[in-house]
T-cell receptor, first 115, second 110 residues
Framework: DTGVSQDPRHKITKRGQNVTFRCDPI?????LYWYRQTLGQGPEFLTY????????KSRLLSDRFSAERPKGSFSTLEIQRTEQGDSAMYLC?????????????FGPGTRLTVL | TQLLEQSPQFLSIQEGENLTVYCNSS?????LQWYRQEPGEGPVLLVT?????EVKKLKRLTFQFGDARKDSSLHITAAQPGDTGLYLC??????????FGGGTRLMVKP
């Protein structure tokens, strides 16, 4: 299966620790998106890349959050000094920009619990 | 206030019943997508609608895009327990940023 993959699927950490998540998009997709989803809500946009360039960041993305996509393939999302409010599902999606209609395909997500 | 409002938020029905989920906005979208999400998993794309008034069918699911491209509906005929999940609509705004509704949580009881 060559869908979007995310690692780890679950992460439990203590408040104040740093965590890093990885996303591997569908191989031919040039856009990669990060979303956050809290219980009972729809996903909220965090940031996205086109190839290696980070084109937009949401106001939700505080200074403690940083994302990279160094070679235009996989991406990492790092959260520094985690807080309990960071507990959520972090979703990655990828798409092929340039088609008439762009469709985003999601990975299984990383569930973060901050104790 | 969310850009996309979904209703109802929760729906519990018996197997075999029909249902409709609504997705409304005051904004015009260039396209609108419906996803289904199961607990602990990422959303799975069901359909994309682009043209005002467009109707698409996926087995027992019928999707409609409003004429003004501000709203959409999902109708399920003869619901089955396998249809249980969170249904999300998402509209594309400038810069191809998807904006999601809050979701409709559907439970179909056997």
């Amino acid at each position: 299966d060559t869908g979007v993959s995310q690692d780890p699927r679950h992460k439990i950490t203590k408040r104040g620790q740093n965590v890093t998540f990885r996303c591997d998009p569908i191989s031919e997709h040039n856009r990669l998106y990060w979303y956050r989803q809290t219980l009972g809500q729809g996903p909220e946009f965090l940031t996205y890349f086109q190839n290696e360039a980070q084109l937009e960041k949401s106001r939700l993305l505080s200074d403690r959050f940083s994302a990279e996509r160094p070679k235009g393939s996989f991406s990492t999302l790092e959260i520094q000094r985690t807080e309990q409010g960071d507990s959520a599902m972090y979703l990655c999606a990828s798409s092929l920009y340039g088609l008439a209609v762009e469709e985003q395909f999601f990975g299984p997500g990383t569930r973060l619990t901050v104790l | 206030t969310q850009l996309l409002e979904q209703s109802p938020q929760f729906l519990s029905i018996q197997e075999g019943e029909n249902l409709t989920v609504y997705c409304n906005s005051s904004s015009v979208f260039s396209s609108l997508q419906w996803y289904r999400q199961e607990p602990g998993e990422g959303p799975v794309l069901l359909v994309t609608v682009v043209t005002g008034g467009e109707v698409k069918k996926l087995k027992r699911l019928t999707f409609q895009f409003g004429d003004a491209r501000k709203d959409s509906s999902l109708h399920i005929t003869a619901a089955q327990p396998g249809d249980t999940g969170l249904y999300l609509c998402a509209g594309v705004v400038a810069g191809n940023m998807l904006t999601f509704g809050g979701g409709t949580r559907l439970m179909v009881k056997p």
